[in-house]
């Protein structure tokens, strides 16, 4: 029920469950489902608590899952360098560890350093995906990054197979716009 309220961007009735854990031990799904909801609701103090909470029981310490929904809070809150502490405490990552942290070094306008990342992430093998690439592309738009934000675009395509959708569009007219290129910003919407 939580998952389901929090994913339909329900905070409110997802948050009254929070109230029936007193007393009760969730499982690290449910964690993840909470950590989702304190991103989304900006409540980072809830975050925080449950992140304690990860790091003293020993049963969570290989779940990717929870992990994964702590350095996407993070990122989410606008906490970067939290968000890359626990990234780089993490024994495993995998794709959406990787856009988590790409996409909150994008919204706080690092741009360079979210590219460095997708790059770490290529060179081993881990293959982005088309989130990951809505989380370059916005990032390279936060930051006037035109020439590279042209070069991950055709890169997704002609190297990972990954067709453009809207939301790629949408980076890549972002990108044009801020950056006075208003003809390629109409170019690409026409096209």
């Given at each position: ?16 469950f929070q109230e029936m854990f007193f007393g009760v031990e969730p499982n690290y799904v449910t ?133 453009p959708c809207l939301d790629h569009f949408s980076c890549m007219v972002d990108l044009y716009g ?14």
């Open positions: 029920m939580l998952s389901g309220y929090t994913h339909m961007d329900q905070s409110e009735e997802a948050s009254l964690i993840a489902s909470i950590l989702l909801l304190c991103a989304r609701v900006a409540n980072l103090q809830h975050g925080k608590e449950f992140h304690c909470y990860n790091t003293r029981r020993k049963v969570f310490e290989d779940r990717l899952l929870l992990w994964n929904a702590l350095v996407d809070m993070y990122a989410r809150s606008g906490k970067v360098l939290a968000a890359k502490r626990v990234f780089d405490l993490m024994r495993k990552r995998d794709v959406v560890t990787y856009t988590s942290l790409i996409a909150g070094y994008g919204m706080q306008g690092e741009g360079q350093t979210a590219i460095k990342l997708v790059k770490d992430m290529i060179n081993l093998q881990i293959k982005p995906d088309h989130v990951t690439m809505v989380a370059v592309l916005s990032a390279c738009s936060h930051c006037g990054l035109v020439i590279e934000g042209q070069v991950w675009f055709e890169k997704m395509q002609s190297f990972y197979d990954i067709i801020h950056a006075g290129f208003f003809n390629k910003a109409k170019e690409t919407i026409t096209n």
